[in-house]
């Protein structure tokens, strides 16, 4: 981990599948990232801590969305405001990426970085740090290869995406042999079966090698990213080019057309979540020891401005209004 390693903190989403925990009394419906679980830290603080462990926070830039400015402003006070990418329109995880890797390539060409969403749970932080840093260091091994970190499952979830590693390669960091998303549920005990890792859209590259997917991938954007570099962050012009992009999903429409260049490392059990769904909720806070069905010494007044998603599954799970 000789060179300079940032963190791209991946905040634009609206998180709709929990919007029945996540709309306030007044009918205010908050992305999940803005929400705490346990009446703690917000999604996002926890994810800019899971950063900061691995960087300092001037080297951790964060991607949101313009509408959402009320939730993050304050949130993020603490960082550098050129860090803070503020999207004016939702096209997708491709462009949201595209954009933090230039503003980092531009400010440190050789850098490292690594791929955190804002949204997700982690039980133990030591170990997915520790996955982290070995993938930094296999890249001054593979500087071309981008290393997704793939969680070791607990469970056929048929709701993730997963990743089957090329067997009989002995590396910590291992060839593709696909990607599969969101099987039935035969379909996923089989690939437990078969070594499958539970895709977390978690990975390590250099930014060079990012960009480099990118333009393999999708060149088109890139040319309409590259066509506007020089006024990235002035808001009429960033509003304009995003009027013209598509929607361009990151695992899709890149990583899928750049298997050649990927590699998967096994994250032991972590206590991972993406926290997609109410049940995935429950599941978290039931392997914290917290009752998701009771009011519980968590809860806090309903005039919270930051929902409080065990609270809300509480009052959803006994009929309560939230």
Not at 97 to 115: E, K, Q, T, V, W
Not at 177 to 185: C, R, S, T, W
Request: glycine share 8%.
């Amino acid at each position: 981990m000789a060179r300079r390693t940032y963190a791209i903190v991946l905040a634009g989403g609206e998180g709709s599948r929990l919007y029945d925990l996540t709309t306030t009394p007044t009918g205010v419906r908050v992305p999940k990232q803005f929400c705490s679980l346990a009446g703690g830290p917000t999604l996002l603080r926890q994810a800019l801590e899971r950063a900061a462990a691995l960087m300092p926070r001037e080297r951790i830039f964060v991607v949101v969305a313009e509408q959402h400015r009320a939730w993050w402003q304050r949130e993020l006070a603490d960082l550098p405001r050129e860090n803070v990418l503020a999207q004016p329109a939702g096209r997708g995880t491709a462009p949201a990426i595209l954009l933090a890797a230039l503003a980092i390539s531009r400010r440190d060409p050789g850098a490292s970085a690594i791929l955190l969403p804002s949204d997700h749970h982690v039980g133990d932080e030591v170990t997915l740090r520790g996955a982290f840093r070995s993938a930094l260091d296999e890249l001054e091994r593979t500087p071309e290869r981008i290393t997704l970190l793939g969680v070791t499952p607990d469970a056929p979830d048929s709701q993730y995406g997963w990743i089957v590693p090329k067997a009989g390669a002995g590396a910590a960091v291992r060839p593709i042999d696909l990607f599969v998303e969101k099987p039935p549920a035969e379909r996923a005990r089989e690939l437990m079966a078969r070594g499958g890792l539970w895709s977390g859209f978690l990975f390590a590259c250099r930014v060079t090698a990012l960009l480099d997917a990118f333009e393999r991938a999708q060149p088109a954007l890139v040319r309409t990213f590259l066509g506007e570099s020089s006024s990235l962050h002035s808001g009429a012009s960033l509003a304009a080019l995003y009027a013209s992009l598509p929607q361009c999903d990151f695992s899709r429409d890149v990583l899928e057309r750049v298997a050649d260049r990927l590699g998967v490392l096994a994250v032991p059990p972590c206590g991972w979540s993406d926290l997609g769904t109410p049940e995935r909720v429950a599941s978290v806070l039931a392997h914290r020891g917290q009752s998701a069905r009771t009011r519980s010494a968590v809860a806090q007044p309903r005039e919270r401005r930051v929902p409080v998603l065990s609270l809300a599954l509480a009052w959803q799970q006994t009929g309560m209004a939230i």
